[in-house]
C-alpha cells in the first residue's frame, strides 16, 4: 500500500486474513507455513496470507513475544503492531484505503513516526527504521523525533544485544542496496546504536587525519563519504560494503600516532576479519573487503610504481584469476579518493591498473613450456613476461585526463 501510493513499482503482496481460523483456511485449499503463527499461501496464485493478530511481549530480544491469533482480532489491532504508520495501511476492494494510524499524512509529510508504543518492543526496530531512512532519504523522509528518542531508549535498553547476526547482516545489507547507504549508519548513530551495532565504525569517530588529504574530517565522516560516492558509482553491494570497511583500521590507530595513520590498511584487514566473523557475512564480501582495507593503500600508490611492481600489485590482488572482483577493488578505492572532500576526482590510477593488467593477461604458460621450462621456472618466466609488458605502457596517454591525489 505504502509504495502504491508513493507511486513506485508495487513488491509482493500481503493478504491479512479476519475473522476465520486455520481450519477453515486449510478446508479450502490453503498450505499452511511457519509454526508461530499461521500463514498460508494460497492454491493458485501462491500468495501469502496471514491471520490477523497481536503480539505481547512476554521476554527479551525480538522473539520474546506471545502471539495471538482467532475470529475476534480486527484488522486495526493487526495494523497497530506494525512498525511504521506508513507500514500500518490495508486497502479492501470494497471500502478503499484503511489507515487507522495516520500512515497517508505522514507519506505526505514525508515522516517515518512509529505507530504505538509497541514499537519499543522489538530491537530490530531501530535497524528497520534506520533502513527505510536510508530507501526513502531521496523521497524527502525523515525519522520523527519521537521516533528516534524511541529508538534511543531501545539502544540504552541492552535489547539490541539479542539480534542474531544474521538478523543484523539482513537489514545491513537491504541498507547497503538503498540510494543513500550512508543514512542508514547516520541514523543508527543519531539514536546511539552504532557502538552497539557497529563498534569497528564508532571507532572511526574523532580519529583526525592529515587535513592536506582529508578536509571532510575524521576517519568517520570519511568512511559516510566513501560509501555515498560508491553508491553513486555502483549497486553492487559487495563493492560498496567494501568501500565502508575500507579504513575500519584507522580506529585502532594509536592516538600518538594521529594525524597519520601508518599501518592502518594492516590493521584494517584483520578488523574486516573480525567483522565478518561476527556477523557470519557471506564469503564474497568477506574476501572483498578485506583485500580492500589491505590493498587500498598500495592502488592509490600506483602511479608512483615501477613496472615489477605493479606486476606484484596484481598477483597480490588475485587480478589474474579474479579480473571482475579487481574491478570492484578498483571502483572501492576510486570511491575511497572522491570520499576526500572531493567528490569529482580523476582517479588514473584505475586506468593504469586495468591497462597493465589487459597486457598481463595474455601471458600463459604454454610458449614457456614449449622451450621446455618447468616448475618454477615457467612461473619465473610468466612474472618476467609480463613486467616487460607493463613496461611498454604508453603512461602519458593513459594519465592524459588529470590527476588524482593518493589518500592517506
Not at 140 to 145: E, K, L, M, N
Not at 230 to 252: C, E, I, N, Q, Y
Not at 306 to 328: I, K, N, S, Y
Request: glycine content about 8%.
Amino acid at each position: 500500500m505504502r509504495d502504491r501510493l508513493l507511486g513506485l513499482p508495487a513488491g509482493e503482496v500481503d493478504w491479512v486474513v479476519v475473522g476465520t481460523t486455520p481450519e477453515v483456511l486449510l478446508a479450502r485449499g490453503f498450505r499452511q507455513v511457519g509454526s508461530a503463527f499461521p500463514v498460508f499461501i494460497h492454491p493458485e496464485s501462491g500468495d501469502e496470507y496471514a491471520l490477523a493478530r497481536t503480539e505481547c511481549k512476554s521476554g527479551h530480544g525480538y522473539k520474546g513475544f506471545v502471539t495471538r491469533f482467532d475470529p475476534t482480532v480486527t484488522l486495526e489491532e493487526d495494523l497497530r503492531r506494525r512498525d511504521l504508520t506508513i507500514n500500518a495501511m490495508a486497502w479492501d476492494e470494497v471500502s478503499g484505503l484503511i489507515d487507522p494510524y495516520g500512515g497517508r499524512a505522514d507519506l505526505e509529510g514525508r515522516w517515518l513516526r512509529h505507530v504505538s508504543s509497541a514499537f519499543g518492543e522489538d530491537p530490530l526496530r531501530v535497524l528497520r527504521v534506520a533502513r527505510f531512512a536510508a530507501r526513502f532519504a531521496g523521497l524527502g523522509f525523515r525519522v520523527a523525533p519521537e521516533t528516534l528518542q524511541l529508538m534511543g531508549a531501545l539502544a540504552r535498553s541492552g535489547e539490541l544485544s539479542t539480534l542474531t547476526p544474521e538478523r543484523v547482516w539482513q537489514e545491513t545489507v537491504k541498507a547497503l542496496t538503498s540510494d543513500a547507504p550512508e543514512l542508514y549508519l547516520r541514523t543508527l548513530d543519531a539514536c546511539g546504536a552504532l557502538p552497539i551495532i557497529f563498534p569497528e565504525l564508532s571507532a572511526l569517530q574523532g580519529q583526525i587525519q592529515p587535513p592536506q588529504y582529508h578536509p571532510e574530517g575524521d576517519a568517520w565522516e570519511h568512511t559516510l563519504l566513501v560509501l555515498a560516492a560508491a553508491a553513486r558509482m555502483t549497486p553492487d553491494p559487495v563493492t560498496r560494503f567494501a568501500a565502508l570497511v575500507h579504513d575500519l583500521g584507522k580506529g585502532s590507530t594509536p592516538t600518538e600516532l594521529l594525524p597519520r595513520h601508518h599501518g592502518h590498511e594492516e590493521r584494517g584487514a584483520v578488523c574486516v576479519e573480525g567483522l565478518c566473523r561476527r556477523l557470519r557475512l557471506p564469503h564474497d564480501f568477506q574476501y572483498l573487503g578485506v583485500m580492500t582495507a589491505a590493498l587500498h593503500g598500495r592502488v592509490h600508490h600506483a602511479l608512483e610504481m615501477q613496472p615489477r611492481t605493479l606486476v606484484r600489485l596484481l598477483t597480490d590482488a588475485d587480478a589474474f584469476r579474479q579480473p571482475e572482483r579487481f574491478e570492484a577493488l578498483l571502483l572501492a578505492c576510486e570511491a575511497d579518493a572522491r570520499g576526500c572532500g572531493r567528490p569529482f576526482v580523476d582517479y588514473p590510477q584505475r586506468r593504469l591498473l586495468r591497462a597493465a593488467l589487459d597486457r598481463c593477461r595474455v601471458v600463459d604458460a604454454g610458449p614457456f613450456q614449449e622451450r621446455g621450462l618447468t616448475g618454477k621456472a615457467v612461473g619465473a618466466a610468466i612474472r618476467q613476461e609480463r613486467v616487460r609488458r607493463v613496461r611498454g605502457l604508453d603512461r602519458a596517454s593513459i594519465l592524459a585526463v588529470g590527476d588524482a591525489p593518493a589518500s592517506a
